[in-house]
């Protein structure tokens, strides 16, 4: 039987050329950034590419929204100062949320959901720029071919976890929904199947059309 096949992690998925800005980069050369390079984010670095922030569409637009109000009074709030903010350290997002490249694809989603950001820096220990993963990075899994889905289905989940019924039980595979019909001994194992069946990549359900085997 063949290896484990050893899970995505974020580096393998993750964009390699990215553009990142310094401290001192304008409001203007941010821009510009964005547009040619097609991004609605950029890391902002220092020492090469140390990562000590991120200024984001939504950053700049905070001056887009105050157009008109004057300057900021004293005390006045973050988002106040930021609308005349001319530079990336004044209106970058710090510090970072960043994901390490061998991170679990589960995890950065986890991390894009909670902080409710759309890319993230991909970081080493030291905290340089390896690259950026999106969204869009992310569902790259789920282009896996049903062909494969199966194939791993069958060798790593089916033929370990119920290897006395491996001819017994079958995969099917439609537009990444497994279905696994046949004879089951033990249904006990069809809780402990679905979760991990869940965690192959690609798999978008899970199905079970399987009968006790009474012989």
Do not use: Y
């Not at 009074?73 to 970058?92: C, D, I, K, Y």
Request: glycine share 8%.
């Amino acid at each position: 039987m063949n290896a484990v096949r050893q899970p995505m992690t974020v580096g393998d998925v993750m964009t390699c050329r990215v553009v990142a800005v310094t401290r001192r980069a304008s409001f203007k050369e941010i821009v510009r950034a964005l547009e040619q390079w097609h991004v609605s984010a950029v890391p902002v670095v220092e020492e090469g590419t140390r990562v000590v922030g991120v200024v984001s569409e939504a950053d700049l637009l905070r001056k887009e929204e105050r157009r008109g109000d004057g300057p900021p009074p004293v005390g006045a709030s973050a988002g106040s100062r930021a609308a005349s903010a001319l530079t990336a350290e004044e209106l970058m997002t710090s510090p970072a949320v960043t994901v390490r490249g061998d991170a679990s694809l589960a995890r950065a989603a986890r991390a894009m959901a909670r902080h409710q950001v759309k890319r993230l820096p991909v970081v080493d220990d030291r905290g340089m720029l390896k690259g950026v993963v999106s969204r869009g990075d992310l569902l790259k899994v789920f282009l896996r071919s049903d062909e494969d889905i199966a194939r791993d289905v069958r060798e790593n989940v089916v033929g370990r976890l119920f290897p006395g019924a491996w001819r017994s039980v079958e995969v099917d595979v439609e537009e990444g929904v497994v279905t696994l019909s046949g004879l089951l001994g033990d249904r006990s194992l069809v809780p402990v199947a679905d979760r991990l069946v869940r965690s192959v990549e690609g798999v978008v359900d899970v199905r079970f059309e399987l009968t006790p085997n009474r012989v």
